[in-house]
T-cell receptor, first 112, second 116 residues
Framework: EDKVVQSPLSLVVHEGDTVTLNCSYE??????LLWYKQEKKAPTFLFML????IEKKSGRLSSILDKKELFSILNITATQTGDSAVYLC????????????FGRGTQLTVWP | EAQVTQNPRYLITVTGKKLTVTCSQN?????MSWYRQDPGLGLRQIYY???????DKGDVPEGYKVSRKEKRNFPLILESPSPNQTSLYFC???????????????FGPGTRLTVL
Protein backbone atom coordinates (compact mmCIF):
# COMPACT_ATOMS: atom_id res chain seq x y z
CA GLU A 1 0.00 0.00 0.00
CA ASP A 2 1.31 3.44 -0.93
CA LYS A 3 2.21 5.74 1.95
CA VAL A 4 3.14 9.39 2.25
CA VAL A 5 3.95 10.35 5.83
CA GLN A 6 4.62 13.87 6.96
CA SER A 7 6.26 14.80 10.21
CA PRO A 8 5.82 16.42 12.55
CA LEU A 9 2.04 16.69 12.44
CA SER A 10 2.21 20.01 14.23
CA LEU A 11 4.94 22.47 15.05
CA VAL A 12 4.96 25.73 17.02
CA VAL A 13 7.93 28.09 16.74
CA HIS A 14 8.79 31.72 17.33
CA GLU A 15 9.48 34.23 14.60
CA GLY A 16 13.04 33.98 13.38
CA ASP A 17 13.38 30.26 14.03
CA THR A 18 14.35 27.82 11.29
CA VAL A 19 12.11 24.80 10.72
CA THR A 20 12.50 21.56 8.82
CA LEU A 21 9.43 19.66 7.66
CA ASN A 22 9.71 16.06 6.55
CA CYS A 23 7.90 13.98 3.96
CA SER A 24 8.73 10.30 3.57
CA TYR A 25 7.11 8.04 1.02
CA GLU A 26 6.75 4.42 0.05
CA UNK A 27 5.10 4.26 -3.34
CA UNK A 28 5.29 2.30 -6.55
CA UNK A 29 6.58 4.02 -9.67
CA UNK A 30 7.56 7.33 -8.12
CA UNK A 31 7.51 10.21 -10.62
CA UNK A 32 7.54 13.45 -8.66
CA LEU A 33 7.03 15.03 -5.26
CA LEU A 34 5.30 18.36 -4.75
CA TRP A 35 5.01 20.72 -1.78
CA TYR A 36 2.03 22.99 -1.19
CA LYS A 37 1.14 25.59 1.43
CA GLN A 38 -2.44 25.81 2.64
CA GLU A 39 -3.70 28.69 4.71
CA LYS A 40 -7.42 29.03 5.38
CA LYS A 41 -8.20 28.43 1.73
CA ALA A 42 -6.97 26.49 -1.31
CA PRO A 43 -3.43 25.06 -1.42
CA THR A 44 -0.79 27.04 -3.26
CA PHE A 45 2.21 25.50 -4.97
CA LEU A 46 5.70 25.72 -3.51
CA PHE A 47 8.02 23.22 -5.18
CA MET A 48 8.12 20.26 -7.53
CA LEU A 49 10.98 17.78 -7.16
CA UNK A 50 11.85 15.00 -9.55
CA UNK A 51 15.60 14.51 -9.15
CA UNK A 52 17.61 13.57 -6.07
CA UNK A 53 20.00 16.01 -4.49
CA ILE A 54 18.98 19.14 -6.37
CA GLU A 55 17.87 21.86 -3.99
CA LYS A 56 15.05 24.13 -5.02
CA LYS A 57 14.90 27.56 -3.40
CA SER A 58 12.40 30.36 -3.24
CA GLY A 59 13.28 33.13 -0.84
CA ARG A 60 13.44 31.70 2.67
CA LEU A 61 12.05 28.34 1.58
CA SER A 62 14.04 25.48 0.15
CA SER A 63 13.44 21.82 -0.52
CA ILE A 64 15.40 18.76 -1.52
CA LEU A 65 14.57 15.19 -2.48
CA ASP A 66 16.43 11.99 -1.60
CA LYS A 67 15.18 9.21 -3.88
CA LYS A 68 17.45 6.63 -2.32
CA GLU A 69 16.16 7.16 1.22
CA LEU A 70 12.66 8.06 -0.04
CA PHE A 71 12.10 11.40 1.61
CA SER A 72 12.02 15.12 1.05
CA ILE A 73 12.51 18.02 3.42
CA LEU A 74 11.14 21.54 3.31
CA ASN A 75 13.21 24.15 5.13
CA ILE A 76 11.97 27.55 6.16
CA THR A 77 14.54 29.96 7.56
CA ALA A 78 13.85 33.13 9.57
CA THR A 79 10.19 32.18 9.96
CA GLN A 80 7.51 34.87 9.99
CA THR A 81 3.92 34.80 11.24
CA GLY A 82 2.81 34.69 7.61
CA ASP A 83 4.42 31.26 7.32
CA SER A 84 1.75 29.84 9.63
CA ALA A 85 -0.12 27.29 7.51
CA VAL A 86 -0.53 23.61 6.78
CA TYR A 87 2.26 22.33 4.54
CA LEU A 88 1.24 19.47 2.28
CA CYS A 89 3.41 16.98 0.46
CA UNK A 90 2.08 15.04 -2.55
CA UNK A 91 3.59 12.23 -4.59
CA UNK A 92 2.75 11.28 -8.17
CA UNK A 93 2.98 7.52 -8.32
CA UNK A 94 1.44 4.32 -9.55
CA UNK A 95 0.93 2.45 -12.74
CA UNK A 96 -1.30 5.16 -14.19
CA UNK A 97 0.07 8.64 -14.82
CA UNK A 98 -1.22 11.55 -12.76
CA UNK A 99 -2.44 9.72 -9.67
CA UNK A 100 -1.45 11.95 -6.76
CA UNK A 101 -1.27 10.92 -3.12
CA PHE A 102 -1.15 13.59 -0.43
CA GLY A 103 0.24 13.33 3.07
CA ARG A 104 -1.87 14.60 5.96
CA GLY A 105 0.17 17.75 6.28
CA THR A 106 2.21 19.56 8.92
CA GLN A 107 0.49 22.38 10.79
CA LEU A 108 3.07 25.12 11.36
CA THR A 109 2.30 27.93 13.78
CA VAL A 110 4.71 30.84 14.06
CA TRP A 111 4.33 33.06 17.13
CA PRO A 112 5.45 36.68 17.06
CA GLU B 1 -6.46 36.38 -14.93
CA ALA B 2 -5.38 32.74 -14.80
CA GLN B 3 -7.76 30.89 -12.54
CA VAL B 4 -9.75 27.82 -11.65
CA THR B 5 -13.37 28.49 -10.81
CA GLN B 6 -15.77 26.23 -8.96
CA ASN B 7 -19.51 26.54 -8.48
CA PRO B 8 -21.25 26.54 -6.17
CA ARG B 9 -18.97 27.60 -3.33
CA TYR B 10 -21.37 26.36 -0.68
CA LEU B 11 -24.14 23.81 -0.99
CA ILE B 12 -26.47 22.18 1.49
CA THR B 13 -28.54 19.37 0.06
CA VAL B 14 -30.41 16.25 1.10
CA THR B 15 -29.57 12.60 0.69
CA GLY B 16 -30.26 11.23 -2.76
CA LYS B 17 -30.71 14.50 -4.65
CA LYS B 18 -28.36 14.50 -7.63
CA LEU B 19 -25.96 17.42 -7.82
CA THR B 20 -23.14 18.70 -10.00
CA VAL B 21 -20.20 20.83 -8.95
CA THR B 22 -18.69 22.62 -11.90
CA CYS B 23 -15.01 23.32 -12.42
CA SER B 24 -13.52 25.45 -15.16
CA GLN B 25 -9.97 26.60 -15.93
CA ASN B 26 -8.74 29.20 -18.40
CA UNK B 27 -5.09 28.15 -18.63
CA UNK B 28 -5.42 25.49 -21.36
CA UNK B 29 -4.20 22.86 -18.91
CA UNK B 30 -4.27 19.21 -19.89
CA UNK B 31 -4.53 17.87 -16.35
CA MET B 32 -7.49 18.37 -14.04
CA SER B 33 -8.32 16.70 -10.76
CA TRP B 34 -10.90 16.62 -7.98
CA TYR B 35 -10.03 16.25 -4.29
CA ARG B 36 -11.95 16.09 -1.09
CA GLN B 37 -10.51 17.36 2.16
CA ASP B 38 -11.68 16.09 5.52
CA PRO B 39 -10.29 16.92 8.98
CA GLY B 40 -7.40 14.65 9.88
CA LEU B 41 -7.38 12.94 6.48
CA GLY B 42 -5.75 15.55 4.29
CA LEU B 43 -6.48 15.84 0.58
CA ARG B 44 -7.67 12.70 -1.16
CA GLN B 45 -7.93 12.41 -4.91
CA ILE B 46 -11.36 11.45 -6.25
CA TYR B 47 -10.91 11.47 -10.04
CA TYR B 48 -8.46 13.01 -12.41
CA UNK B 49 -8.09 13.61 -16.13
CA UNK B 50 -4.92 13.72 -18.18
CA UNK B 51 -6.73 15.22 -21.19
CA UNK B 52 -10.08 15.47 -22.96
CA UNK B 53 -12.04 12.21 -22.81
CA UNK B 54 -9.41 10.62 -20.54
CA UNK B 55 -10.41 10.15 -16.90
CA ASP B 56 -9.15 7.86 -14.15
CA LYS B 57 -10.09 6.97 -10.61
CA GLY B 58 -8.14 8.36 -7.71
CA ASP B 59 -8.16 6.92 -4.22
CA VAL B 60 -11.79 7.64 -3.27
CA PRO B 61 -13.96 7.48 -6.43
CA GLU B 62 -16.98 5.68 -4.97
CA GLY B 63 -20.18 7.69 -5.25
CA TYR B 64 -18.75 10.19 -7.75
CA LYS B 65 -18.69 10.58 -11.52
CA VAL B 66 -16.79 12.94 -13.77
CA SER B 67 -16.60 13.79 -17.44
CA ARG B 68 -14.11 15.69 -19.57
CA LYS B 69 -15.82 16.62 -22.80
CA GLU B 70 -13.97 19.92 -23.15
CA LYS B 71 -10.47 20.83 -22.07
CA ARG B 72 -11.54 23.66 -19.79
CA ASN B 73 -14.34 21.93 -17.86
CA PHE B 74 -14.29 19.02 -15.44
CA PRO B 75 -17.60 18.67 -13.57
CA LEU B 76 -17.99 16.45 -10.51
CA ILE B 77 -21.31 14.63 -10.31
CA LEU B 78 -22.85 13.08 -7.22
CA GLU B 79 -25.72 10.92 -8.51
CA SER B 80 -27.10 10.07 -5.07
CA PRO B 81 -25.31 12.06 -2.38
CA SER B 82 -25.01 10.61 1.11
CA PRO B 83 -23.99 12.24 4.41
CA ASN B 84 -20.50 10.70 4.23
CA GLN B 85 -19.89 12.88 1.19
CA THR B 86 -20.11 15.98 3.33
CA SER B 87 -16.72 17.55 2.76
CA LEU B 88 -14.68 20.39 1.29
CA TYR B 89 -14.04 19.76 -2.41
CA PHE B 90 -11.23 21.22 -4.48
CA CYS B 91 -10.75 21.18 -8.20
CA UNK B 92 -7.25 21.69 -9.58
CA UNK B 93 -5.55 21.94 -12.96
CA UNK B 94 -2.01 21.88 -14.26
CA UNK B 95 0.11 21.44 -17.33
CA UNK B 96 1.99 18.17 -17.71
CA UNK B 97 5.76 17.92 -17.32
CA UNK B 98 7.02 15.89 -20.24
CA UNK B 99 3.40 14.79 -20.87
CA UNK B 100 3.85 12.48 -17.89
CA UNK B 101 3.42 14.08 -14.51
CA UNK B 102 1.31 16.97 -13.26
CA UNK B 103 3.26 20.17 -12.89
CA UNK B 104 2.34 22.95 -10.48
CA UNK B 105 -1.36 22.56 -9.73
CA UNK B 106 -3.64 25.57 -9.49
CA PHE B 107 -6.52 24.99 -7.11
CA GLY B 108 -10.01 26.38 -7.24
CA PRO B 109 -11.45 28.15 -4.18
CA GLY B 110 -13.23 25.07 -2.88
CA THR B 111 -16.84 23.94 -2.54
CA ARG B 112 -18.15 23.19 0.91
CA LEU B 113 -20.83 20.53 0.57
CA THR B 114 -23.17 19.40 3.32
CA VAL B 115 -25.44 16.43 2.74
CA LEU B 116 -28.24 16.07 5.28
Amino acid sequence: EDKVVQSPLSLVVHEGDTVTLNCSYEVTNFRSLLWYKQEKKAPTFLFMLTSSGIEKKSGRLSSILDKKELFSILNITATQTGDSAVYLCAVDRGSTLGRLYFGRGTQLTVWP
Amino acid sequence: EAQVTQNPRYLITVTGKKLTVTCSQNMNHEYMSWYRQDPGLGLRQIYYSMNVEVTDKGDVPEGYKVSRKEKRNFPLILESPSPNQTSLYFCASSSLLGRQTPNEQFFGPGTRLTVL
